[in-house]
């Protein structure tokens, strides 16, 4: 019985150090340039070597971590040109989608949801978490791309989205008053795609993008 435990057991342990490490670089726990121990992180979390450097090797393939011969992990920094790059991809992905969206009548599908996600955030913004306000964050335009059925909009979004989860804690981080900033954004989104307008999207989501820029 205790064999075929094993690969299930190391697999959580694996699992348990990925999302702790990948959460920390994400929060900004963890900033570019940062050097984790391996034996440091084991003593942390509870687990071995080998589950741990599993995880390592996971964040690596996601560009999250680069493992150097001397150094071993370390966080990979995002430099203001692959900002840049993320912001401009993330504008022209979410504006193609919610234009699909208007145009094949799809806006009432996803307006409740988007309206409950606005109620959340505000509540989340009024007591300042702020980990949940960017959560959410996520899944609003995530719903809006969502709604495009469009699914190579879907999976770029995807692709972008852990870059794009960074940008927004060290921005609302540092500047915790783009929370209520962030939050009027997207009431003036989701008010432009139930009324079928577009371009006022595109428009807004412009200048929302816009304040991301810069935040590296």
């Known amino acids: 019985m205790s064999t075929p435990s094993t690969p299930v057991t190391s697999h959580a342990a694996s699992d348990r150090a990925y999302d702790h490490v990948k959460r920390a670089i994400i929060r900004g726990d963890l900033p570019g340039g940062t050097a984790i121990s391996e034996n440091a992180l084991c003593h942390e979390i509870g687990v071995s070597r080998t589950p741990v450097h ?4 996971r964040l690596a393939a996601e560009d999250l ?3 150097e011969a001397r150094k071993g992990a370390v966080v990979r920094p995002m430099s203001p040109n692959e900002a840049a790059d993320v912001l401009e991809m993330r504008e022209a992905i979410e504006s193609t989608a919610a234009t699909r969206v208007v145009t094949d009548g799809r806006a009432a599908d996803v307006t409740p949801s988007l309206q409950a996600m606005l109620a959340e955030q505000a509540q989340a913004s009024a007591s300042g978490d702020v980990d949940r306000f960017i959560e959410v964050d996520a899944e609003f335009h995530g719903a809006v791309i969502g709604a495009s059925r469009n699914a190579i909009a879907v999976m770029f979004a995807r692709t972008l989205r852990d870059r794009q989860q960074r940008l927004r804690h060290h921005l609302m981080r540092l500047q915790p008053s783009q929370l209520q900033a962030s939050l009027e954004d997207h009431r003036a989104l989701a008010a432009a795609l139930e009324a079928g307008d577009a371009a006022r999207y595109a428009e807004v989501l ?4 816009a304040s991301h820029r810069g935040a590296l």
């Open 54 to 57: 599993e995880a390592f090797l």
């Open 65 to 67: 971590l680069t493992l």
């Open 206 to 209: 412009s200048a929302h993008v």
